[in-house]
């Protein structure tokens, strides 16, 4: 495997989706929480990270971290990849389909099946914001990367 033949795309893809599925394991992407008591009762607050959090998107931006990390790891080795498609577009695709999941999920945060009471404050954690920024490097990346070839 030869890495410094990997053009621009291919690099910011790879990075950005090894950067992902570190940011879905180690940062906390959601909270919940009370400003106060909740029906009478006084609780602390609840946080998860993105396997926690989702149910289904952690599972797209799992595999969109996986094929961006494939676009580089194909780009630097010899072998030929019998896809109908090319593997940027479907890094770029992914990326599209993941960027907007999680912007969804930052507008309306997940609930954890807590009731809906008054005093329960969803926020939103750093996880989320850095995973924003590597699904939409991932995405870049991939577009980079289609337009280069």
């Given at each position: 495997?030869?890495?410094?033949?990997?053009?621009?795309?291919?690099?910011?893809?790879?990075?950005?989706?090894?950067?992902?599925?570190?940011?879905?394991?180690?940062?906390?992407?959601?909270?919940?929480?009370?400003?106060?008591?909740?029906?009478?009762?006084?609780?602390?607050?609840?946080?998860?990270?993105?396997?926690?959090?989702?149910?289904?998107?952690?599972?797209?931006?799992?595999?969109?971290?996986?094929?961006?990390?494939?676009?580089?790891?194909?780009?630097?080795?010899?072998?030929?990849?019998?896809?109908?498609?090319?593997?940027?577009?479907?890094?770029?695709?992914?990326?599209?389909?993941?960027?907007i999941?999680v912007?969804?999920?930052?507008?309306?945060?997940?609930?954890?099946?807590a009731?809906?009471?008054?005093?329960?404050?969803?926020?939103?954690k750093?996880?989320?914001?850095?995973?924003?920024?590597?699904?939409?490097?991932?995405?870049?990346?991939?577009f980079?990367?289609?337009?280069?070839?």
């Open positions: 495997m030869d890495f410094t033949v990997l053009n621009r795309g291919e690099k910011i893809a790879g990075l950005a989706g090894i950067l992902l599925i570190l940011i879905m394991f180690i940062f906390d992407w959601f909270g919940l929480g009370s400003s106060g008591t909740v029906q009478g009762f006084s609780f602390g607050e609840a946080t998860s990270n993105a396997w926690g959090s989702y149910g289904f998107t952690d599972i797209v931006l799992f595999v969109t971290a996986l094929a961006a990390i494939a676009l580089a790891f194909t780009a630097a080795s010899d072998a030929e990849v019998g896809l109908p498609v090319a593997l940027s577009a479907i890094v770029t695709a992914l990326g599209v389909l993941s960027l999941l912007v969804i999920s930052i507008i309306s945060p997940p609930d954890f099946g009731p809906d009471v008054s005093g329960l404050d969803h926020s939103r750093i996880g989320v914001w850095l995973g924003l920024i590597a699904v939409a490097a991932v995405t870049i990346g991939g980079l990367a289609m337009q280069e070839e």
